[in-house]
């Protein structure tokens, strides 16, 4: 356990790295409002922390840096306060009140949000599919060999694909197939059901049977949004540490899996190699639930560089959750 002036010492260097990117001397650091102590005190305190493992000296006669668990006694000891700075609250204010459409664009847009704001990676996990069931079903012709299905989940996600039909089917077939579906599918999740009960009449058989096959290639799916990747590029100077790091965060299933972990451990913050993850080793990530009508349906994360502006990235990670849940629940309502 550090004392209080350890504490002070190590925030502000962190802080300084965090905005310079250079390791911090102890002259600067005694310069420093916040800590009023001797330089000389403070390189014995910052020697200190080295031997500790707070801070690392990447050269001999250069300054110190955070250590992984520097971050962390940093991250431990801030408390998010759900606040962000004027410009950034108008930004999100703004952002959710214009948003209208289908959930799928909201949280792709969200992901341009959270990248915007805190200049990291964004990543947004929606619901499962297996986790909403279906409000409605709707069938239309659009050429004489074609229909559109359009299928309205609880989530307000819309499921689109089009069917092939031969030209002998009516609109009264295509009345009879959405209402015998509607019947079997409404309130009901996409993965309940393989095969449709037959309705005794091949045209609608057809038209449903092509909706299920259409419909099925969903049954699996958690919508996964990635924005922000390329300021990747200009937060690591290793080539090799950028191409892991996109290279991971192209497999949806691994991101996917990595934020519900952290979810699960009730993490908000992973730093370095807390996540298990060694591609990611140079990264730190960000997590928070998205909860809508007291369920947690999906979640809202920043992934950077383990140098990143811990309480601007917590609180708007948190303020952005927090409105995307409520958002997502005032639209079901």
Request: net charge negative; charged share 20%; proline share 4%.
């Amino acid at each position: 356990m550090l004392d209080d002036r350890k504490t002070a010492i190590l925030r502000a260097v962190v802080q300084e790295y965090v905005a310079t990117g250079l390791p911090v001397g102890s002259s600067h650091i005694a310069n420093l409002p916040a800590v009023k102590v001797s330089s000389a005190t403070i390189r014995n305190e910052m020697a200190a922390l080295e031997q500790e493992g707070y801070l690392a000296q990447p050269h001999t006669s250069a300054g110190r840096i955070p250590t992984d668990k520097g971050y962390r006694h940093f991250v431990d000891s801030i408390t998010p306060e759900g606040v962000l700075a004027k410009e950034e609250a108008t930004q999100v204010g703004d952002f959710f009140q214009g948003a209208h459409g289908r959930l799928e664009d909201l949280l792709r847009h969200t992901t341009t949000l959270l990248a915007n704001i805190t200049h990291h990676t964004a990543v947004v996990v929606g619901p499962e599919v297996e986790a909403t069931t279906v409000r409605a079903v709707h069938i239309s012709r659009v050429t004489p060999r074609t229909a559109t299905v359009v299928v309205v989940m609880s989530n307000h996600s819309v499921e689109n694909e089009t069917i092939q039909v031969s030209e002998d089917i009516t609109d009264e077939h295509f009345h009879s197939a959405v209402s015998h579906l509607s019947r079997i599918l409404v309130d009901r999740s996409l993965v309940d059901f393989q095969t449709i009960p037959s309705t005794n009449d091949a045209h609608v058989d057809a038209v449903c049977f092509a909706t299920v096959n259409a419909l099925s290639r969903h049954r699996k799916d958690k919508p996964v949004f990635v924005g922000g990747a390329a300021s990747l590029a200009s937060a690591f100077d290793a080539v090799d540490i950028v191409r892991d790091v996109l290279t991971t965060i192209e497999q949806q299933f691994v991101v996917v899996s990595l934020l519900q972990d952290l979810l699960d451990r009730g993490l908000s913050v992973s730093i370095g190699a807390e996540h298990g993850i060694d591609q990611l080793s140079a990264c730190s990530v960000i997590v928070a639930p998205v909860i809508a009508d007291g369920e947690a349906i999906g979640s809202v994360g920043v992934l950077g560089p383990t140098r990143m502006n811990y309480p601007q990235a917590l609180n708007t990670v948190e303020v952005v959750s927090e409105q995307l849940g409520r958002h997502i629940a005032e639209g079901a309502s």
